[in-house]
């Protein structure tokens, strides 16, 4: 195998004889012109801008939202304590009523016994 590619290896290899042309504009304007380096850096500033300015508005929309939400529940937390003081009045009211049932059930049971 070693001797397949001895007989058939090139010698030397070719060494280019300068280096790729980064001029802006490229005068063949081949298949694989590649656009202006000025022309690319300006669409992806662009897209760069326009992306923040996207994302600026996204964060402000969002802390509105937060601030309305904010704002919604702390209305939620003092309807609760409201709801809660409510309930413990209802349950005092509750044991009231039950208490003065207990006693009148005792009163009418003593009175049936009698």
């Known amino acids: ?14 060494v280019p ?10 005068p063949d304007g081949g298949i694989l012109k ?3 380096v000025k022309e690319t850096v300006d669409r992806w500033k662009k897209e ?3 992306r923040i300015q ?6 402000e929309l969002a802390t509105q939202e937060k601030e309305s939400l904010s704002q919604e529940i702390e209305q939620l937390h003092s309807e609760l304590a409201a709801s ?3 309930i413990r009045e209802l349950e005092a009211e509750l044991s009231e009523a039950l208490d003065t049932f207990n ?12």
């Open 34 to 36: 590649n656009p202006p």
């Open 84 to 86: 809660k003081g409510r």
């Open 17 to 26: 004889q300068e280096q790729p042309n980064l001029k802006e504009e490229s």
């Open 54 to 59: 996207y994302l600026r508005e996204n964060l």
């Open 103 to 114: 006693s009148l059930l005792n009163e009418v049971s003593r009175a049936l016994e009698s």
């Open 48 to 50: 760069v801008l326009d």
């Open 1 to 14: 195998m070693n001797d397949i590619y001895q007989a058939n290896a090139p010698e030397v290899f070719p």
